[in-house]
């Protein structure tokens, strides 16, 4: 099973990604997602800055792939989309405009992967074959879809599918700013303050819960989604990568955690363990600080976090699964 790093979706300054990324190239990590999907007002990395970042990956032995923006509502965004259309690397589409706009490339075919990334709306065999025949031949599967859909899916189409395996979880985009709004400004008079909030901006109800975390232009999820739990399962129903979305800290503590889970060293139990530890430290919410979700995967909202229960029937065939030493149960 292949692990991959995903497109970072906050907003870090230029000095903290290409020390982020000069990390990455170390990680035991097959592919890493580099790119802009919330906003093309971010002043990150430029088109060049991205092409340079990613020979390097590229050097050391890491698949690169460029990320789309997952609204596409205007000029600007749309010229983003044609600039990175050009690079020499694979193109994650999270907008279907992407598709129109890399069949027009310099690029010859072969040396373009056509991935549909999780804002693409593969809930469906019909809509995983359909982009098959434009290209498609990986697909990162919606993050609320469950393991059952997932896997009836993979069954019925072959498709290479990447999970969404841990980080907050993106749930909707606007062309809006939440975070403009939230400093009583728009999105047009910007002055950039997602800056002041690299793991975004933590939503909490009146009784003091954590709801979720607003970013720019898009909501996530308050807690950390991790399907640590669950690899053993994700191999046997046929996933080929799992994604673990950058966070500010401690994400190369994440990366070598779930690389111990794919290779056998650790269990379910300790990794949860470990993992706890690399929680985003100093949440305004003390007692949800080392919390997760992994609601979706088993059906359920996706806010709760069910452990691994104790019986689980293989999507692809009778058979109950061995997690981590236990039985899993859908």
Not at 93 to 115: G, K
Not at 194 to 220: A, R, W, Y
């Amino acid at each position: 099973m292949e692990l991959t790093i995903g497109p970072v979706l906050f907003d870090w300054k230029k000095g903290e990604l290409l020390r982020f990324y000069e990390e990455v190239a170390d990680m035991p990590v097959d592919r890493v997602y580099l790119g802009e999907v919330v906003c093309a007002k971010k002043k990150g990395l430029s088109v060049k800055e991205l092409e340079g970042v990613g020979k390097k990956l590229e050097r050391a032995g890491k698949e690169v792939v460029i990320s789309s923006l997952a609204v596409v509502s205007n000029e600007e965004e749309l010229k983003l989309v044609r600039d990175i259309a050009q690079l020499p690397f694979s193109i994650e589409a999270n907008d279907m405009s992407v598709f129109n706009v890399s069949s027009t490339s310099d690029l010859p075919p072969p040396t373009r992967q056509l991935i549909a990334g999780p804002h693409i709306t593969t809930y469906n065999v019909p809509s995983i074959e359909f982009l098959k025949t434009i290209g498609v031949n990986r697909v990162v599967f919606p993050v609320e879809l469950s393991r059952d859909s997932v896997s009836y899916c993979i069954r019925n189409t072959g498709v290479d599918a990447e999970v969404f395996s841990h980080g907050k979880v993106p749930l909707a985009f606007s062309w809006r700013c939440y975070t403009s709004r939230a400093y009583g400004l728009n999105k047009t008079n910007c002055q950039y303050h997602c800056k002041q909030h690299p793991d975004g901006m933590l939503l909490k109800t009146i009784e003091g819960e954590p709801t979720f975390t607003v970013n720019g232009t898009s909501i996530l999820s308050a807690l950390t989604y991790t399907l640590v739990e669950v690899i053993e399962d994700l191999q046997a129903i046929g996933v080929k990568a799992i994604r673990i979305s950058p966070q500010y800290k401690y994400t190369k503590q994440i990366v070598d955690i779930f690389r111990k889970r794919i290779d056998g060293i650790i269990g379910h139990e300790e990794g949860l363990a470990m993992l706890k530890e690399t929680s985003p430290q100093g949440s305004p919410i003390k007692a949800f600080e080392d919390k997760f979700c992994n609601g979706w995967y088993f059906g359920k909202a996706g806010k709760e976090y069910l452990a691994a229960p104790k019986k689980s029937i293989c999507g692809a065939c009778s058979d109950p699964i061995s997690i981590g030493g236990r039985n899993l149960v859908t």
